[in-house]
């Protein structure tokens, strides 16, 4: 059974940046669309970057130019980098493998 797990939230200053990660473990198929979601609160979860298992890319277009999606085939390992945060980027952000989504890791955005 496939588990998916985040991390690297936390509470950053307007401006800053924020690496999270999230691992699946169990038998991965590497070309599985992966991808990281958000859900502010009451607001319903959007998209946020998604990665194919060919490499295409799609990000939301608020995060374009700030945040920058990447995986690790080897590692089961996918990744968001945040740079440039805003407060309206604060929210709960889950990974999803294929089928499966993670818990989530809060990314709180304030000064």
């Known amino acids: 059974q496939v588990q998916v797990v985040e991390s690297g939230g936390g509470l950053v200053q307007p401006g800053g940046s924020l690496r999270l990660s999230c691992t699946a473990s169990?038998?991965?198929?590497?070309?599985?669309?992966k991808g990281w979601y958000r859900q502010a609160p009451g607001q319903q979860r959007e998209v946020v970057a998604v990665?194919?298992?060919?490499?295409?890319?799609k990000y939301v277009d608020s995060v374009k130019g700030r945040f920058t999606i990447s995986r690790d085939n080897a590692k089961n390992t996918l990744y968001l980098q945040m740079d440039s945060l805003k407060p309206e980027d604060t929210a709960v952000y889950y990974c999803?493998?294929?089928?499966?989504w993670g818990k989530g890791t809060l990314v709180t955005v304030s000064s």
């Open positions: 999803k493998f294929g089928s499966t």
């Open positions: 990665i194919a298992g060919d490499g295409i890319i």
């Open positions: 169990g038998s991965i198929f590497s070309a599985l669309v």
